[in-house]
């Protein structure tokens, strides 16, 4: 296997990371208007994730940097067509961030209620734009002999990509729904239960329609393999979380992401990003990467470095284990 190889499982696999972990971080955000009754649960919801959203986005950070390091004509050519999207979700986690930190700093209701409102939309439309993205990254866009994108907006919201737009929302969500049952105690436990089964069927039906529209246009034996076990852990999720069995509801929605990301990928291999105009404009793993000694030095890089941010992470996660419930919200913070 090649490094430029190497490093296209790299980044499939940072990406997967990202949306396994910010999969049920944008769910609990979406969940602060679903499933909270009043501040109190909406408070019990963001504390479920505050030690651990920012770290999180440290999976985006390093896709991102490895994509522009490893793989810069896909870098360029993706950051400039699909710039509107992306400055979209930067702006949604920027604001999502300053929500999570400013939302307690003044006792004014409005204030509170209004970095609430920002927490649930910051989720939401992240959670849309990334499936809507990949959908058109696997679908193939518009890109002409230099490389280069030559569509508009508009062609980036076509059917296809909008079902993987309402995929991901969906399946976060419900990844967030089981993850609000993972981590909380009393009434809200029982209710997010009661809600990831209906987000869990609706997110079968649409990932079932999704998944093989992608096997039937772009998938092969592997794509295939990575689509049943995605199928069949969502189905196994919806059932252990009627069981009351959350740890493995959990793992199972975790699962069903990494199958369904992993068959993305595999759909792609070996172009990064199909061009719609004509197959030999497409930008692939050969075309589109940087010199071997570049990679070399990266993998270096890599191999020392992951590691170390695999341990903290697990570590943290770890140290915030326990659940809570409205019992642990001080009636001076709402």
Known sequence: MELHDVWFVLIAVLW??????????????????LLARDRTEKRVLINTIGPVWDGNEVWLLSAGGATFAAFPEWYATLFSGFYLPLLIILVCLIVRGVAFEYRAKRPEEQWQRNWENA?????????????????????????????EYVGNLWDLL?????????????????????????????????RARKLALGLGLVTAVLALAFLLWTQADNG?????????????????????????????????SGLTIVAAVAMLFLSLFPNVMPSSLNEEWSLTVTNASSSPYTLKIMTWCAVIATPVVMLYQGWTYWVFRKR????????TVH
């Open 16 to 33: 997967t990371g990202y949306f396994f972990l910010e999969g049920f971080d944008f769910g609990i955000g979406v969940l602060t208007k």
């Open 119 to 147: 927490i649930f939309w910051t989720s939401l439309l992240p959670a849309f734009l990334w499936g809507v993205a990949f959908g058109n990254i696997v679908r193939g866009v518009k890109i002409d002999q230099d490389f």
């Open 158 to 190: 076509n059917p296809y990509a909008i079902l993987g737009g309402l995929v991901t929302l969906s399946l976060f969500t419900f990844h967030g729904a089981v993850f609000a049952a993972l981590k909380t105690l009393g009434d809200i436990r029982e």
């Open 220 to 252: 092969d034996g592997k794509s295939l393999v990575a689509l049943v076990v995605a199928v069949v852990a969502l189905v196994a999720a919806i059932g252990a979380n009627q069981l009351g069995r959350e740890g493995w509801a959990f793992a199972l």
């Open 324 to 331: 809570i419930g409205t019992q642990h919200i001080a009636e």
